[in-house]
């Protein structure tokens, strides 16, 4: 015989209790909902523009088992997930002792194939059924090349960015999957977003300065310096819980683009250091493009566009963070490329005479 018990209800749950005369007693049963956008305690009020779908003060496993089931962050959650994924594979990759720290070493190493990239400039010529690789270079710079195959390019900056990355990525996937179980997760969560970010953007000055400072040992301390006293702040400056509400949205956005626009100053003096070296022009094109990405990305996170077109469409899939977050995505990965540009530039140009 069973006595249902009034359903009582919350904002963030039903809860239905089942009184069963057997041995086994009380059983008691919770359904999690998602719920509207009016529905929600002002710490979750985030974006007005997405409507539904949102998940308020579930249990730590109800909030776990939320990755693999849709509501407004799941894709937020995975396409940084994915991310950290790829960067753990390139980790992975250039840990191998096989590996040579290079565009061609890091892509043979993850791709298996063989992929013939030199430091030197090559045109493909097709001539029927044969490839020819013919080289640019002249044939001093390959002898040379030969000559300082001995010199061994250290690769732990390479590894301070991909940790980096990795640090941001993760951190960005564990909040939006965590932030909604409680007040005190929330503020605790977006702001270890806020600083995995900050190290992502200080780690990825260390490996492109560190190789195209390596002639350089003053000017590569005083950037690297002063790129992680910068980033240092503002780590700090984010930490403040005020700063962490919708309204420093448009803030944190300029102190980030900041501090990655920070980075003009050494790619100016880089360019004018090996002014006419094609690998420096490359490289500078991947950063371009990497800066290019970051800013677009950043434009969809303040302008909360399409949602803002179109109120209540896009809160499962196509909203602005999600886009946010494939472009930052496809930027860090295009400065992998711009880095192995350079470290190939100064494998190719050991010596400080260039």
């Not at 566009?305 to 496809?330: C, M, N, Y």
Request: hydrophobic share 45%.
């Amino acid at each position: 015989m069973k006595k249902r018990r009034a359903a009582r209800k919350t904002s963030a749950m039903v809860t239905v209790t089942d009184l069963k005369r057997t041995d086994s007693g009380e059983e008691t049963r919770i359904v999690r909902r998602l719920m509207k956008f009016e529905e929600l305690p002002a710490y979750m009020k985030d974006n007005e523009f997405i409507h539904n779908h949102y998940r308020c003060q579930w249990s730590l496993r109800d909030t776990f088992l939320s990755a693999f089931s849709w509501h407004n962050e799941t894709l937020n959650i995975w396409t940084h997930l994915l991310g950290f994924l790829i960067f753990m594979w390139i980790t992975v990759v250039s840990s191998l002792e096989t590996t040579e720290l290079g565009l061609a070493g890091i892509f043979n190493g993850m791709y298996g194939a063989r992929i013939s990239l030199s430091s030197n400039q090559t045109l493909l010529h097709h001539d029927s059924n044969v490839t020819q690789h013919i080289s640019l270079q002249n044939v001093q710079g390959e002898v040379n090349n030969h000559n300082h195959q001995g010199d061994v390019i250290p690769k732990w900056p390479w590894f301070v960015y991909l940790a980096g990355s990795m640090a941001c990525l993760i951190c960005s996937s564990v909040s939006h999957l965590l932030a909604c179980h409680s007040k005190c997760f929330n503020l605790f969560f977006w702001r270890l977003d806020y600083a995995g970010i900050s190290l992502m953007i200080i780690a990825s000055f260390f490996a492109p300065i560190y190789y195209a400072f390596s002639c350089n040992p003053y000017f590569r301390f005083i950037y690297l310096s002063s790129i992680s006293i910068l980033g240092l702040l503002s780590t700090v400056t984010l930490l403040a819980p005020a700063l962490s509400t919708p309204r420093f949205r448009p803030f944190r956005a300029n102190l980030f683009l900041a501090m990655g626009f920070s980075g003009i100053i050494p790619a100016s003096h880089v360019l004018c250091l090996y002014w006419g070296h094609p690998n420096v022009f490359i490289a500078l094109g991947y950063e371009l493009a990497t800066a290019v990405s970051y800013a677009l990305g950043v434009v969809f996170y303040v302008s909360r566009v399409p949602e803002r077109w179109k109120p209540g469409t896009f809160d499962i899939a196509g909203h602005s963070h999600q886009i946010f977050h494939v472009f930052v995505v496809l930027g860090a990965l295009v400065h992998c490329v711009a880095t192995l540009v350079i470290v190939d530039f100064r494998r190719a140009y050991p010596s400080c005479g260039v």
